[in-house]
């Protein structure tokens, strides 16, 4: 007891003393323009959120007109087995028995079992079914493609967006798989799967030869193909983080010379080559690459074709800056142009996959992903109707079709139904009633398929004692990561200092260093302590094991040979 007293009181007296930076934070001007504490301030319970949401859409028996939302698909495409379907959007008339129940999306079935599995879910037996197992479905092994894609086959592809003539539609998917094979690495079949994806990313790159200015790739054919979509040399990023992935699955060396070609070919881009949801994963992987294999990628350059919103080709995609009326909406992703900007869920809860244990690779964005992030977190909460005005939407008098856990697909300045062009800005909204029209009801305008994303904030963030103040988990999205010790970003967006509890695991003994400062902030920590933050600064707080044996390797510090720290900066 005496000595639980006096461990405590050493550490309470360490953790008051200030951090001083001591790795020189970089800029990200497009998040110096967002403000320090957005308003109307608050950030909801996104992990809880997630949980609702799989209760309540993986429902079979849910009454109330568009519900059930999931279905079974028995067409058994490219496996042998039923499927669910899992509708894009409320009342989507192209789903569910329609079509013979085969149109349904991977971003949409994927998104929601990547989002629940993150926070806890196990989705390989939730009421008798393996929803791991059905994503098999989506390897268009029947075409000859065998990659994931956003359909199951050809015969429903063109009532949707993609599949086989977009190319970030034919990519993402196998991000998405990816990261859920991480999670379920035992899955019967995934391994042969992976492989295969891999082996046709690193093919296709060998065929591109570092010109990915192409609308698609054709994996059957292995030919680039040209056609009304402009070129997509954003999908490079794509193929780069699925051949690094694999590379460290594997070990295979031919996945890293495939992920550093495809990388070196983004890189290489003369203009912002952004067009949907790849980019980040770029800058992710540059600041990854360049610790982990010891190269010098321009994370910088990445970070800022991210953010900027200065694509040509999909014009003005990036990441919103702006207070409309009050309502700071800054950090949502989408277009900085369209009607005066046009933020997305799904975009802006999938940027936080790779942007935030970026962090982990490169302390020097703290501060710049920390305070994006502190945006992009209370800003969501506008796309569900119970955290936005009734005057501020275009269906409130229906919205309560979502039951509380679907939110409109976006947030817009101006809307884009001409009888909704008075509302005031921000208007939340969706593109269903767009996609078929004059079938398609109102409702159509909340996305099932972005809230399914939920979980990625939800397994990323936990609000601290300190409002303003968020834990940011550095490893819940760092898929096929080393192994580590846990990891996570405090930024502290106030001019004043503030002081922050920081939980340990039950149990466990840890000392506290922070990668930011390069220095242990506590010793010997059994269950909290309190850590003291500047104005504007950042601690990323690695907890590492009490008394554990530190080593050096070049600029890395470890721990019992784990790395804690990939950038040690030299002494004075």
């Known amino acids: 007891m005496n000595t639980y007293f006096k461990t405590t009181i050493i550490c309470f007296l360490l953790l008051n003393l200030p951090v001083e930076a001591q790795v020189k934070q970089k800029s990200i001007p497009r998040v110096d323009l967002m403000?320090?504490?957005?308003?109307?301030?608050?950030?909801?319970?996104?992990?809880?959120?997630?949980?609702?949401?799989?209760?309540?859409?993986?429902?079979?028996?849910?009454?109330?007109?568009?519900?059930?939302?999931v279905w079974i698909d028995k067409s058994h495409k490219n496996y042998p087995q039923d499927v669910v379907g899992l509708y894009t959007a409320m009342g989507d008339v192209r789903q569910g028995e329609a079509n013979k129940g085969m149109f349904h999306e991977s971003l949409a079935t994927m998104g929601a079992t990547l989002g629940a599995s993150l926070v806890g879910i196990d989705k390989t037996n939730q009421d008798n079914r393996n929803y791991v197992s059905m994503l098999k479905n989506y390897f268009n092994s029947e075409t000859g493609w065998d990659i994931m894609m956003n359909n199951t086959c050809p015969e429903v592809a063109l009532l949707g967006g993609g599949y086989g003539?977009?190319?970030?539609?034919?990519?993402?998917?196998?991000?998405?798989?990816?990261?859920?094979?991480?999670l379920y690495p035992n899955e019967p079949g995934f391994d042969e799967i992976a492989r295969k994806i891999a082996d046709k990313f690193y093919e296709a790159d060998v065929i591109l030869n570092g010109n990915y200015n192409y609308s698609y790739f054709d994996y059957?054919?292995?030919?680039?193909?040209?056609?009304?979509?402009?070129?997509?040399?954003?999908?490079?990023?794509?193929?780069?983080w699925i051949l690094y992935s694999a590379y460290k699955k594997f070990g295979d060396e031919k996945y890293l010379k495939g992920a550093l070609s495809a990388l070196s070919a983004l890189e290489a881009q003369p203009i912002n080559p952004t067009y949907e949801l790849l980019m980040?994963?770029?800058?992710?992987?540059?600041?990854?690459?360049?610790?982990e294999e010891g190269k010098s990628y321009?994370?910088?350059?990445?970070?800022?074709?991210?953010f900027d919103g200065t694509a040509i080709c999909r014009e003005g995609w990036g990441f919103l800056v702006g207070n409309w009326n009050g309502y700071d909406v800054s950090g949502t992703v989408g277009s900085t142009v369209h009607n005066g900007g046009y933020g997305f869920l799904m975009n802006t809860y999938d940027a936080a996959w790779p942007l935030v244990p970026m962090v982990r690779y490169d302390q020097s964005y703290a501060n710049g992903i920390g305070r994006w992030m502190?945006?992009?977190?209370?800003?969501?909460?506008?796309?569900y109707p119970?955290?936005?005005?009734?005057?501020?939407?275009?269906?409130?008098?229906?919205?309560?079709?979502?039951?509380?856990?679907?939110?409109?697909?976006?947030?817009?300045k101006k809307s884009l139904y001409p009888e909704n062009e008075n509302i005031p800005a921000p208007v939340a909204q969706g593109d269903g009633p767009l996609w078929v029209p004059g079938k398609n009801p109102k409702e159509s305008q909340l996305s099932v398929y972005g809230s399914g994303h939920v979980g990625i904030f939800g397994s990323i963030i936990k609000k601290t004692n300190v409002g303003g103040i968020l834990q940011l988990d550095l490893l819940a999205t760092?898929?096929?990561?080393?192994?580590?010790?846990?990891?996570?970003?405090?930024?502290?967006?106030?001019?004043?200092?503030?002081?922050?509890?920081?939980?340990?695991?039950?149990?466990?003994?840890?000392?506290?260093?922070?990668t930011v400062s390069g220095k242990f902030l506590a010793k010997n920590v059994s269950s909290s302590s309190k850590i003291k933050l500047n104005g504007k600064t950042s601690a990323v707080i690695v907890m590492v094991p009490a008394k554990g044996k530190i080593s050096h390797s070049g600029s890395k510090m470890l721990v019992n040979d784990i790395v804690v720290d990939y950038n040690i900066q030299p002494k004075k």
């Not at 990561?481 to 039950?506: F, G, H, I, Q, R």
Request: charged residues 25%.
């Open 35 to 69: 403000a320090d504490v957005p308003k109307p301030f608050g950030i909801i319970d996104y992990n809880k959120l997630a949980k609702d949401f799989d209760a309540v859409v993986y429902d079979f028996e849910a009454k109330g007109e568009f519900w059930p939302l």
């Open 165 to 182: 003539r977009d190319w970030w539609y034919d990519v993402y998917p196998n991000l998405l798989f990816y990261a859920v094979y991480d």
């Open 220 to 240: 059957a054919k292995m030919t680039p193909m040209t056609n009304n979509i402009c070129a997509q040399p954003d999908a490079a990023a794509g193929h780069a």
């Open 280 to 291: 980040p994963f770029g800058a992710y992987l540059s600041a990854r690459i360049n610790a």
């Open 298 to 306: 321009d994370t910088a350059k990445m970070l800022d074709w991210t």
């Open 374 to 383: 502190l945006n992009a977190a209370n800003a969501s909460k506008f796309f």
């Open 386 to 412: 119970e955290h936005m005005p009734d005057e501020h939407e275009t269906i409130p008098e229906l919205a309560d079709a979502g039951k509380n856990v679907i939110a409109y697909e976006g947030i817009i």
């Open 478 to 514: 760092d898929f096929f990561n080393d192994k580590a010790y846990p990891s996570y970003l405090y930024y502290n967006p106030y001019n004043e200092n503030k002081t922050v509890t920081v939980s340990v695991e039950k149990g466990k003994k840890v000392d506290l260093y922070d």
